[in-house]
């Protein structure tokens, strides 16, 4: 398998691995041989759960930059082994048509009817083949057939293993009074006939377990939360999202489902626009008094990416009558997550932030100025003083 690798990179080459719950991780090994074999091979990683490759090997990969914090990269990233590049999901195919356009993806697929296909996720992956890249395959039989169904061009495929391994199971995030709280505070704003979209997190799943009316899925990730509202009745449509995360139960859900297309589709911030009641409901690690958001750094230590958060609450602020939601704890750990000054770069404008509801209540930043956004979040934190 080493060879077969090595055969097909070259010094100074860029392999982007594939990431999300079906990433390649089976290559591991042979693909930290084969980059270490050819010499300056430099990696491209995404949303990672679990390293694709190894980090702690220096001698596979000249360098190792990812364009999405969080989870198993947290580390890496603070220690300096991994480069985060800050940039919004839905410009990733923009960068790999240009200054990270990777020569090689190394990706699983699964068989599909016309040829092989993605399978619990697309995310920015097709952007990677549409820019050229020779997509090197693990072909993985216990993916889900979830996506969109459109096969890779068989002539840029080369399949160097063959495995059986269910996606990562993501566990569900463990819920507390306060994400019950501030979950069943969002429901009830969720108007009649809305399009929902949600980040991952005890929050988001607290929200999904309070909803009472039929509503619309059109977010970045599907995860069990979702089948469970469809089981009761109360999903419209065909869900929508570039990823598909969660346990075996929602692999299982999703499998012939077809409810996944590539980042292009589901990060188009007109397309959600044009929805007229588009709710986009993500979270926060701080929030300063005039709505600016922080989701990627707390206490100088790395913790998220940028993801689509500013994506969808673009798109949602722009929606007719649909709200731009930043869903939070009043406090973390010993502190308040309100703020005089962010602690790290901005990552969600405050033009883009309407609504912000803790486990007290909610503040409407709709058409005010600064210093009125200010004495609204004082008001909405000083309740739980």
Same mark, same amino acid.
Request: hydrophobic share 45%; net charge negative.
């Given at each position: 398998?080493?060879?077969? !690798?090595?055969?097909?990179?070259?010094?100074?080459?860029?392999?982007?691995?594939?990431?999300?719950?079906?990433?390649?991780?089976?290559?591991?090994?042979?693909?930290?041989?084969?980059?270490?074999?050819?010499?300056?091979?430099?990696?491209?990683?995404?949303?990672?759960?679990?390293?694709?490759?190894?980090?702690?090997?220096?001698?596979?990969?000249?360098?190792?930059? @990812?364009?999405?914090?969080?989870?198993?990269?947290?580390?890496?990233?603070?220690?300096?082994?991994?480069?985060?590049?800050?940039?919004?999901?839905?410009?990733?195919?923009?960068?790999?048509?240009?200054?990270?356009? $990777?020569?090689?993806?190394?990706?699983?697929?699964?068989?599909?009817?016309?040829?092989?296909?993605?399978?619990?996720?697309?995310?920015?992956?097709?952007?990677?083949?549409?820019?050229?890249?020779?997509?090197?395959?693990?072909?993985?039989?216990?993916?889900?057939?979830?996506?969109?169904?459109?096969? !890779? $061009?068989?002539?840029?495929?080369?399949?160097?293993?063959?495995?059986?391994?269910?996606?990562?199971?993501?566990?569900?995030?463990?819920?507390?009074?306060?994400?019950?709280?501030?979950?069943?505070?969002?429901?009830?704003?969720?108007?009649?006939?809305?399009?929902?979209?949600?980040?991952?997190?005890?929050?988001?799943?607290?929200?999904?377990?309070?909803?009472?009316?039929?509503?619309?899925?059109?977010?970045?990730?599907?995860?069990?939360?979702?089948?469970? !509202?469809?089981?009761?009745?109360?999903?419209?449509?065909? $869900?929508?999202?570039?990823?598909?995360?969660?346990?075996?139960?929602?692999?299982?859900?999703?499998d012939g489902r077809r409810v996944l297309d590539r980042?292009?589709?589901?990060?188009?911030?007109?397309?959600?626009?044009?929805?007229?009641?588009?709710?986009?409901?993500?979270?926060?690690?701080?929030?300063?008094?005039?709505?600016?958001?922080?989701?990627?750094?707390?206490?100088?230590?790395?913790?998220?990416?940028?993801?689509?958060?500013?994506?969808?609450?673009?798109?949602?602020?722009?929606?007719?009558?649909?709200?731009?939601?930043?869903?939070?704890?009043?406090?973390?750990?010993?502190?308040?997550?309100?703020?005089?000054? !962010?602690?790290?770069?901005?990552?969600?404008?405050?033009?883009?932030?309407?609504?912000?509801? @803790?486990?007290?209540?909610?503040?409407?930043?709709?058409?005010?100025?600064?210093?009125?956004?200010?004495?609204?979040?004082?008001?909405?934190?000083?309740?739980?003083?």
């Amino acid at each position: 398998m080493t060879d077969d !690798l090595a055969r097909h990179l070259r010094p100074g080459c860029l392999v982007a691995v594939a990431d999300g719950a079906g990433a390649p991780v089976g290559l591991r090994a042979a693909l930290g041989d084969a980059a270490r074999e050819v010499g300056g091979v430099r990696a491209l990683l995404g949303w990672v759960f679990e390293p694709p490759i190894a980090l702690d090997d220096h001698e596979a990969f000249t360098d190792v930059a @990812t364009i999405m914090s969080g989870y198993a990269l947290r580390a890496p990233i603070r220690d300096g082994r991994v480069r985060y590049v800050p940039a919004r999901l839905g410009t990733v195919p923009a960068l790999l048509a240009g200054p990270l356009r $990777p020569d090689v993806l190394v990706a699983g697929l699964r068989p599909g009817r016309d040829g092989l296909v993605f399978g619990s996720e697309i995310g920015w992956m097709r952007a990677a083949v549409d820019a050229g890249a020779l997509v090197l395959a693990e072909v993985n039989h216990g993916l889900p057939d979830a996506t969109d169904g459109v096969p !890779l $061009p068989a002539d840029r495929v080369v399949v160097v293993a063959e495995t059986d391994r269910p996606p990562h199971v993501l566990a569900p995030a463990r819920s507390d009074d306060v994400a019950r709280a501030i979950g069943g505070r969002v429901a009830a704003l969720l108007p009649d006939g809305a399009v929902l979209q949600y980040g991952p997190g005890a929050i988001a799943d607290a929200i999904l377990r309070a909803v009472d009316r039929p509503i619309g899925v059109d977010s970045g990730l599907i995860s069990d939360a979702v089948a469970q !509202l469809e089981a009761r009745g109360l999903v419209t449509g065909r $869900p929508r999202a570039t990823y598909l995360a969660g346990t075996e139960a929602v692999y299982a859900w999703g499998d012939g489902r077809r409810v996944l297309d590539r980042v292009e589709v589901t990060h188009d911030i007109s397309r959600l626009a044009a929805h007229d009641r588009l709710v986009a409901v993500n979270t926060a690690l701080e929030i300063d008094r005039v709505g600016q958001v922080n989701v990627e750094m707390a206490g100088g230590q790395p913790v998220g990416g940028i993801g689509g958060h500013p994506d969808f609450a673009l798109a949602a602020s722009r929606s007719p009558r649909g709200l731009s939601v930043i869903a939070m704890a009043s406090r973390h750990r010993s502190g308040p997550t309100l703020v005089d000054r !962010l602690s790290a770069p901005v990552t969600t404008a405050r033009s883009d932030v309407d609504v912000v509801v @803790t486990e007290h209540g909610a503040a409407d930043l709709r058409g005010l100025d600064d210093a009125e956004r200010a004495r609204a979040l004082d008001a909405l934190w000083a309740r739980g003083s």
